[in-house]
């Protein structure tokens, strides 16, 4: 039915995709969403401070996390742990991961 005065461009020609293609475009979006939210339900732990378990790391297996000047309070601010008590190991280093996934 048209209505006097009105016209709409075709469906066609015109990009516009119809109603259940828009409502699949956002329901897959909507999934998507939901799926990532899901997927990082394992409890990462925000940085407020670490423990000191976490940074109990043996010197052999640290995994560097700075650079050649970094300060404690610089590594710190990254979230990382300092120890400048072992020579020639990375002094600042990434903590112990404490991760609890559910599933």
Same mark, same amino acid.
């Given at each position: 039915?048209?209505?006097? =005065?009105l016209?709409?461009?075709?469906?066609a %020609?015109? +990009?516009?995709?119809s *109603?259940?293609?828009?409502?699949?475009?956002?329901?897959? /979006?909507? #999934?998507l969403l939901?799926? *990532?939210?899901? +997927?990082s339900?394992?409890k990462?732990? !925000?940085?407020? &401070?670490?423990?000191?378990?976490? @940074?109990?790391?043996p010197?052999?297996v640290?995994v $560097? @996390? &700075?650079y050649? #000047?970094v300060? %404690?309070e610089? @590594?710190n601010?990254r =979230?990382? @742990?300092? $120890?400048?008590?072992?020579?020639?190991?990375? /002094?600042c280093?990434k903590?112990l991961? !404490?991760?609890?996934? #559910?599933?």
């Amino acid at each position: 039915m048209a209505i006097k =005065g009105l016209s709409l461009p075709p469906r066609a %020609s015109s +990009g516009y995709r119809s *109603l259940p293609a828009a409502m699949e475009t956002r329901a897959f /979006w909507i #999934t998507l969403l939901l799926v *990532l939210v899901a +997927g990082s339900s394992c409890k990462a732990q !925000e940085f407020v &401070g670490l423990s000191p378990s976490q @940074c109990m790391v043996p010197a052999n297996v640290r995994v $560097d @996390c &700075g650079y050649p #000047t970094v300060t %404690s309070e610089q @590594c710190n601010n990254r =979230g990382c @742990c300092f $120890d400048s008590s072992i020579p020639n190991v990375p /002094w600042c280093f990434k903590p112990l991961q !404490e991760t609890e996934c #559910t599933f």
